[in-house]
């Protein structure tokens, strides 16, 4: 019972901490029709469920433009299980979608703290209460994968400015947190899969665990692959009463039937229609070979070497390490523009080395049993610094978001005075992935000019035919011009302005060939189509013409819609001011 309240009390620590942004923005600004951001993507994943909820069809509805998708045509639409849950979900809350967003992300945080205790509890070489909480913590409210930044705002203490450009590892909605805790979910059964051997329904449920994976993030059912593969070759190589080869054949058969029956019924990449899922460039080596990198592939030779950790859970976790380090180095045999691995791959680093970190050190007291005092010690010592470290990058976190949170409840107020669903054109700003663009469909179920992310949510065809012509519009009207974004493509910082008009696997590739790809994909798509707009193509006042009104939201201060752009094709009709932000009725010449 003692146990069970201590591990109780240590969860809800951490719960605590990830609540507290989301709790004091909803007293400080105020419980808004839509939830605060504390991380990257929120209105993307929101309206991937959006999509799910508001289709009538076997096709998708793409919530920014309000046009069909084939579920098959994206791989964003394909990998939809999270988003598709979520749409269900939150008819729960009857619109409430704050509430439902906040419920949603503590039952997944809970959910993996959870995950991570048992598979401490349970496998750790060396069972210590306070290294299990030291794992939690470490897991839970540190952050590797901005270990660098991490370390330079913790040296520049009692200054906490640092801080507002870090986030807990897991604040991110859906993703990782959802992955990462099927992936732990998973790696328990396989180390117990190897204690038990041949029990067959831990190996129903490591199935069950990889094909749900598959259908929310695919890159974990490559993690998964990973540590079965190199559980099962070390359990071959080394154990002389192993799994046996029917067990693991017929698993390994029943798991690539199944995926391949999903995962190549229509569109499997996510940001490009090129065909070319190989291309082998190992120059590239040397650039995807960091930090972290270093730093996992240590800790994997330590726990390979280490005597203490048993064979059967060693194997899964040297699994764990080998295969996110290979991902890690994915972009050099996979292009990135086909489905960025490598970036995806650093999703797992965190929880990658928090675990093996974990199991490291319990094996390491394992060795010295007369030091115990000394040991738990150190291990609560460190757990009460990752408490501190965790409740700074949750304050971090507030204070971090807050200017686009203070954004978002003043888009928030304009759109309660749109009278929505009435074919309105609502033009907002879309500078970067979550601008109030985003949040169109939510409020009025409206369209809207233009939205970076509307293109994960097309196909590529009609990103082409849809989302260059819109986006088109979109830069004409915002001042932009086609000599000037063709000075800037051809000079230094051509990636920044590749990244922010959505070609965002060109501009993270590493590949100078990809980049270039890039560039002549925006020439031939993009800049072709703002030189019509620019001479007056007709098909842009027809475009117009389709609508009933035409809104447009700007700031007061700083507008970036200028009046003369928007006279070119639209007649005024009125504005008022809500707060910081105008709003312009227009309808089309």
């Avoid at 097309?458 to 830069?475: A, C, D, G, M, V």
Wanted: proline share 5%; net charge positive; hydrophobic share 50%.
């Amino acid at each position: 019972m003692r146990n069970i309240l201590t591990r109780f009390v240590a969860v809800v620590i951490v719960l605590l901490l990830y609540c507290y942004p989301v709790l004091r923005a909803g007293r400080e600004i105020g419980r808004l029709p839509v939830p605060p951001m504390f991380a990257a993507d929120l209105p993307m994943y929101i309206n991937l469920s959006n999509g799910s909820l508001a289709s009538k069809g076997a096709d998708f509805l793409n919530p920014y433009y309000l046009v069909s998708t084939p579920y098959n045509g994206s791989g964003y639409l394909k990998f939809r299980l999270a988003a598709l849950s979520f749409s269900t979900f939150r008819t729960l809350f009857k619109g409430d979608l704050w509430s439902a967003m906040l419920v949603w992300n503590l039952c997944w945080w809970a959910t993996l703290a959870i995950c991570v205790l048992c598979l401490f509890d349970r496998f750790l070489p060396m069972h210590s209460e306070p290294i299990v909480f030291l794992g939690l913590t470490l897991v839970m409210l540190f952050n590797f994968g901005v270990f660098k930044n991490l370390v330079a705002a913790l040296m520049h203490l009692p200054s906490t400015s640092a801080f507002t450009s870090l986030e807990l590892p897991f604040m991110r909605a859906f993703v990782p947190v959802i992955p990462i805790t099927i992936l732990v979910a998973y790696l328990a059964l396989q180390i117990e899969a190897l204690r038990r051997r041949d029990v067959a329904i831990i190996w129903i449920g490591m199935g069950i665990l990889q094909l749900a994976a598959l259908e929310i993030f695919p890159y974990a059912t490559l993690m998964m692959a990973g540590v079965t593969a190199v559980s099962l070759a070390g359990d071959f190589l080394f154990e002389k009463n192993h799994t046996s080869w029917l067990t693991a054949t017929i698993y390994g058969t029943a798991c690539g039937i199944a995926d391949c029956l999903f995962a190549l019924r229509g569109s499997v990449g996510f940001y490009s229609g090129q065909n070319s899922l190989f291309s082998f460039q190992p120059g590239l080596l040397r650039h995807l070979i960091g930090g972290n990198w270093v730093l996992l592939a240590a800790i994997v030779l330590a726990v390979a070497l280490q005597k203490n950790i048993p064979p059967m859970i060693k194997w899964p976790l040297v699994g764990l390490g080998v295969t996110n380090l290979i991902l890690l180095l994915g972009d050099a045999v996979v292009p990135a523009k086909a489905i960025l691995l490598s970036h995806h791959a650093g999703h797992f680093i965190h929880a990658t080395i928090a675990i093996l970190l974990t199991f490291l050190a319990a094996a390491v007291i394992r060795a010295y049993p007369s030091q115990r005092l000394i040991t738990n010690v150190i291990a609560i010592s460190a757990t009460g610094f990752l408490l501190v470290t965790g409740g700074l990058l949750s304050l971090g976190t507030y204070r971090g978001f807050y200017p686009a949170n203070v954004d978002e409840a003043e888009f928030s107020r304009v759109m309660a005075t749109i009278e929505g669903n009435a074919n309105e054109l609502i033009v907002a700003r879309s500078q970067s992935v979550d601008d109030p663009c985003g949040w169109g469909f939510e409020f009025t179920r409206d369209p809207v000019l233009y939205c970076t992310d509307a293109e994960i949510m097309l196909t590529p065809e009609q990103n082409l035919e849809i989302q260059r012509l819109r986006q088109s519009i979109y830069l004409f009207l915002t001042g932009r011009d086609s000599r000037s974004l063709r000075s800037a493509l051809a000079g230094p910082s051509r990636l920044g302005l590749m990244y922010e008009l959505g070609y965002w696997a060109e501009a993270t590739s590493l590949s100078r060939s990809e980049q270039e790809d890039g560039v002549k994909d925006i020439n031939k798509d993009l800049i072709r189509r703002l030189e019509q707009v620019e001479q007056g193509n007709p098909w842009v006042s027809s475009f117009f013409k389709g609508f009933r009104k035409i809104v447009v939201v700007d700031r007061v201060k700083n507008p970036i819609f200028p009046e003369d752009r928007l006279g070119r094709w639209l007649n005024f009709n009125g504005a008022y001011q809500i707060g910081n932000l105008k709003v312009s009725n227009y309808t089309s010449k």
